[in-house]
């Protein structure tokens, strides 16, 4: 089955600091999302990404869908202690056709330290 | 506008056990999916609905079951319980455009078996 590639697996960083993480999967994508989701909570959408190439923000979030259609990333800029979660790209493929299933990546959980 | 409501948040079983769980999409979404979130498997696509019907499903066994009211509101049930199905189950909804598929998720209900 489809998979997703998500890195890095964990992150620690200074607060103040830029973040990026990636996805890459083997196969092509129509749509990604980049979700966070806190402990005990759902996943919260982000950025959602309809076009190869497209870049997108969202304050200082930044996400590209790749011109491929085999990759996404996500830049956080000048962290905050609040951005400190677990982050999740999910892809939508062309074969699941007007059918909502998202594959989703692995997590990567961003610390931040003060 | 309200957003996704699951019911229960959290919920202890017995294994040989059934249960049922319940989602209320935000209002104008007509389509549901649900999705099983583990430790060591992540997020995993179980099955979607809209408009009553499933529109697709995921690699689960056949314990894991679920429908749609024609007010969009979607039940899933899981029978005889096994211990690995303890897990954070989410919800998500989506409307229906074509070139729309982003998915908002509730905050989940924590089924424990034991």
């Known amino acids: 089955g489809q998979q997703l590639n998500q890195s890095p697996q964990s992150m620690f960083i200074q607060e103040g600091e830029d973040v990026s993480m990636n996805c890459t999967s083997s196969?092509?994508?129509?749509?990604w999302l980049w979700y966070k989701q806190d402990p005990g909570e759902g996943p919260v959408l982000l950025i959602a990404?309809?076009?190869?190439?497209e870049l997108t923000s969202n304050g200082r979030l930044t996400a590209q869908f790749g011109i491929t259609r085999k990759d996404s990333f996500l830049n956080i800029s000048a962290s905050i202690p609040s951005d400190v979660g677990i982050y999740f790209c999910?892809?939508?493929?062309?074969?699941?056709?007007?059918?909502?299933?998202?594959?989703f990546g692995s997590g990567t959980q961003l610390t931040v330290l003060p | 506008k309200a957003g996704v409501t699951q019911t229960p948040r959290y919920l202890i079983k017995t294994r040989g056990q059934q249960v049922t769980l319940s989602c209320s999409p935000i209002s104008g979404h007509r389509s549901v999916s649900w999705y099983q979130q583990t430790p060591g498997q992540g997020l995993q696509f179980l099955f979607e609905?809209?408009?009553?019907?499933?529109?697709n499903k995921g690699n689960f066994p056949g314990r894991f079951s679920g429908r749609q009211f024609s007010n969009s509101r979607s039940e899933m049930n899981v029978s005889t319980l096994e211990l690995g199905d303890s897990a954070l189950y989410l919800c998500?909804?989506?409307?229906?455009?074509?070139?729309?598929?982003?998915?908002?998720f509730g905050q989940g209900t924590r089924l424990t078996v034991v």
């Open positions: 998500a909804s989506s409307r229906q455009k074509t070139s729309d598929t982003e998915a908002f």
């Open positions: 999910a892809g939508q493929s062309l074969s699941s056709g007007s059918a909502r299933q998202l594959t």
């Open positions: 196969s092509i994508f129509n749509t």
């Open positions: 609905y809209f408009s009553e019907t499933q529109r």
């Open positions: 990404l309809y076009k190869a190439g």
